[in-house]
């Protein structure tokens, strides 16, 4: 007996709005390498996007456009110019505490 639609498909109304909404693989490592680094160029948040790949070829263009769309995406600020080739942007996380901040916080509060 074939089953029921019914059965098969829930109510999708009860569903959250967009429950794949920031858990993309490149927008979960990007948050965290800022959280870790605090302010980093695109190059460094390569680094933690794309480990295994970086070790067989240097990034290429695809790569650098899906580092920037994650961080675009997960909240990040564009905060100024790197120095040397290429000038790749710095990003810092918009709203949140970073790793360096959350430190200082901490160690105002043992102080007290």
Known sequence: MARRKL???PNLTLRPAKPALGNGGAQKHARWALWALGEAN???ILDYTLPRL???EPPKNHDYRTARR???SIGAVRV??????GRPFKWR???ELSSDEANEIKDL???K
């Open 54 to 56: 970086l070790e067989l």
């Open 93 to 95: 996380l918009k709203d």
């Open 80 to 85: 100024g110019r790197a120095g040397g080739r």
């Open 70 to 72: 994650a961080l675009e």
């Open 42 to 44: 695109t190059r460094e």
């Open 7 to 9: 059965e098969t498909f």
């Open 109 to 111: 509060d043992e102080k």
